[in-house]
């Protein structure tokens, strides 16, 4: 058999490491031959070559000798399969979205109405207050029957309908425009999509141009993830789950359906 043939063959797509990655092996060799006593020539070139397969299999390197970045591309379209794949279980009449994120500014807390036909709560540093529900187009205070003046249009949690291909939510989140990574943000942490539009809208991100992947991106609550960026906006998934965990400036902690304002999940 002619290993020298073989291995060429079983590395020929594999690239291999700098000479300096391959100092710690070689010296090991040379050490290990001097020992034995006369150099055997043939072993110390198959030793040398199968390390350095074993190294470049081992490590991903990209042409430039460096571990390779992830595709941020790829990485949205994971964590569109992992929504998919979570059950669909939306918010029931008179339920609400709970929703724990966590920021510079501290953590926040808010129970918002699956329906949009109750009282929110949002909770800040320990600190409580009720959010009016909007009844035809008007605000009204907690506790009062005669609507206040400001206009205001009804918000349910519970996004039935939104779009469920990655083109229709594209539009959905702005086309485009510089305020897509907001309302995505706002979209993934502050309303309940069905399992498909969910994963519609990682999709749709992915149409966005000019992605770059961040290694070990964190998110506002110090998670390690791996990021997806553009136009300063940097979402950051779960490496393994492929979850989304929020962004570097806002990170989903908690997120669950509840029967009641200030109830928690589970």
Known sequence: ????????????????PALD?????????LAEARAEGKPNKAKWAIGIAAAAAAAAA??????????????????LHDAAQAALRKPDMP?????????????????????LSGDGERDGYVRQEGKGMPVPVCVDGKCHPVGEKVPEKQPCQKEPA??????????AMYQYLGGGSAAMGENFSQIASETYL???ARAAMYDA????????????????????????????TTLVFDPATHAYLGTTKEALVSYGIVDRAGQLPG
């Open 1 to 16: 058999m002619d290993e020298m043939k073989l291995l060429r063959e079983r590395t020929a797509d594999v690239p291999l």
């Open 58 to 75: 081992i490590v991903p390197l990209s042409s430039g000798g460096q571990p390779a970045a992830a595709d941020p591309v790829k990485v």
């Open 205 to 232: 991100v992915a149409q966005v141009s000019g992605l770059s992947a961040v290694e070990n991106a964190r998110d506002a609550a110090g998670r390690q993830g791996v990021g997806v960026s553009w136009d300063g």
């Open 21 to 29: 990655d391959l100092a710690p092996v070689r010296e090991k060799l």
């Open 91 to 111: 918010p029931g009449p008179g339920q609400f979205l709970y929703v724990k994120k966590q920021t510079s500014q501290g953590t926040r807390e808010e129970w």
């Open 158 to 167: 519970y996004k039935k309908g939104a779009p469920e291909t990655a083109g």
């Open 194 to 196: 069905e399992p498909k």
